[in-house]
């Protein structure tokens, strides 16, 4: 087991790695991505011949093995979820963020786990069957396990948040022991940056100032028991071609350590936030031809990770990254606490950490993917039959989750369909169905989807594979 002291991301390697496969030719990048088709990942050299190509020559080449990839292991299902607040109060100083704690502008608040019921009930009478809960650096490991308890404890007529993933700050092994007792599924922690002096410059105060500490959260989330964990960059804040590398060290170190990598990986780009000049002009801002450029590339590089889509991006960006990698993405969100259920404004700059992009309700997120040829998911099928941490990726490396991903999808989605979308989302949800049966491996699990659509026609509800 590596020391929980020493960083494992090596800056000077990562610079190296990035001038030797400067001006790659086109033979060289065609031999990455025919490596990248095998579906085994690819190593940071072979990231960098990709991440150093950029040019709408290559583009042409990399789009097209990001899609083609993406649906050899997760198929045209897309995981939908929505981020719960808990609470913007905080004692960290992160430059980018209204939630610090020198934002003397932002109305503070923390929810009691009342509060977080009337949350629940608000998600849930959406349609939500996932949520991401969202704390603060303040947040005791009893207040956290008495709110996720009360979210599990809300039902809502035929509905319920069937699992909870957090994003949370660094905790202690106990903690984290602790936190797995309560049936979360996923485990985020995000460095933000792996830059050490940018780390540094950003965070200058708080518990989050200690980079060490925040790098090895999921290691010891590992150590605690939880053996999905997420990664994520903030990207804006240093160069993204730096930072592709550097998550890719994540991976490798977590694959090392414990022998499977990251679930997710969340790839959030900076948007504005009251009283923070750097969220208005990021020090590396991300083009957003650039943007697609790193899913893709990450996609690629990390096939069988789910790659996760905020309402950070506009509409129109997020329909162009669905398409070159996301396989998770949150839809109706409010990024305050007591959004759902209190305050129903698209935009709240006095209590929100960050400006949204996409504000459309979830009824409309979902009508839009199923009009664009996916299969929207609720499935929290593999969380809840112990295919999670090495078991999942046993699978999802091959590609053969889809014999679950598919079939799972199409029941939670019809659930939705029945119990809360409108008329024109049932319809085109309903055309989304039968047209992707076919893509269902086998006839067997075909006539077993089809069989189990039709319980849930006459009322049945929470079936899965």
Request: aromatic fraction near 8%.
């Amino acid at each position: 087991m590596a020391t929980l002291t020493q960083s494992f991301i090596d800056e000077k390697t990562i610079f190296e790695t990035l001038e030797k496969h400067r001006r790659p030719d086109q033979a060289r990048v065609r031999a990455v991505l025919d490596k990248a088709r095998e579906l085994k990942g690819l190593t940071p050299d072979e990231t960098a011949v990709l991440l150093q190509a950029g040019s709408p020559e290559f583009d042409e080449l990399v789009f097209p093995a990001a899609r083609e990839v993406k649906l050899a292991i997760y198929g045209r299902r897309l995981v939908l979820f929505a981020p719960m607040y808990i609470t913007n109060e905080c004692c960290n100083s992160c430059l980018y963020c209204a939630f610090r704690r020198e934002n003397t502008g932002l109305k503070r608040k923390t929810l009691t786990p009342d509060e977080v019921r009337a949350e629940t009930r608000a998600l849930v009478m959406q349609g939500h069957k996932r949520i991401l809960m969202v704390y603060g650096e303040s947040c005791g490991i009893d207040y956290i396990t008495d709110t996720i308890a009360a979210v599990y404890d809300t039902k809502v007529d035929n509905g319920e948040i069937r699992r909870v993933n957090v994003n949370l700050a660094p905790l202690s092994v106990d903690d984290y022991k602790t936190l797995k007792g309560t049936g979360i599924g996923t485990y985020q922690c995000f460095q933000e940056t792996y830059h050490l002096d940018t780390y540094k410059k950003m965070h200058p105060s708080g518990p989050k100032a200690n980079f060490e500490w925040r790098l090895f959260a999921l290691d010891r989330a590992q150590q605690g028991g939880i053996d999905d964990v997420a990664v994520g960059v903030l990207f804006g804040l240093y160069d993204w071609k730096f930072e592709i590398l550097a998550l890719l060290q994540h991976v490798a170190h977590l694959e090392r350590e414990f022998g499977v990598g990251p679930h997710t990986i969340s790839f959030p780009r900076m948007e504005p936030a009251l009283g923070s000049d750097i969220s208005l002009h990021p020090p590396h801002e991300v083009s957003d031809l650039d943007m697609k450029r790193l899913v893709a590339i990450l996609r690629l590089a990390v096939p069988y990770t789910g790659m996760i889509l905020t309402t950070r991006e506009q509409p129109d960006m997020r329909r162009a990254l669905m398409d070159l990698g996301t396989s998770q993405l949150s839809a109706g969100s409010r990024t305050h606490p007591g959004a759902y259920s209190e305050d129903h404004r698209e935009h709240a700059p006095d209590v929100e950490q960050f400006t949204l992009g996409d504000t459309r309700p979830l009824d409309a997120v979902i009508r839009d993917i199923a009009d664009m040829g996916y299969m929207p998911s609720f499935c929290t099928g593999c969380y809840r039959l112990g295919r999670t941490g090495g078991d999942f990726m046993d699978l999802a490396k091959p590609g053969l989750i889809q014999k679950f991903c598919l079939p799972n999808a199409m029941l939670t989605f019809k659930e939705y369909l029945i119990d809360y979308a409108s008329e024109a989302t049932r319809e085109a949800g309903l055309r989304a169905i039968q047209e992707q049966m076919p893509d269902i491996p086998t006839e067997k699990r075909r006539l077993e989807t089809q069989e189990r659509l039709r319980r849930i026609e006459q009322g049945e509800r929470d079936l899965y594979f």
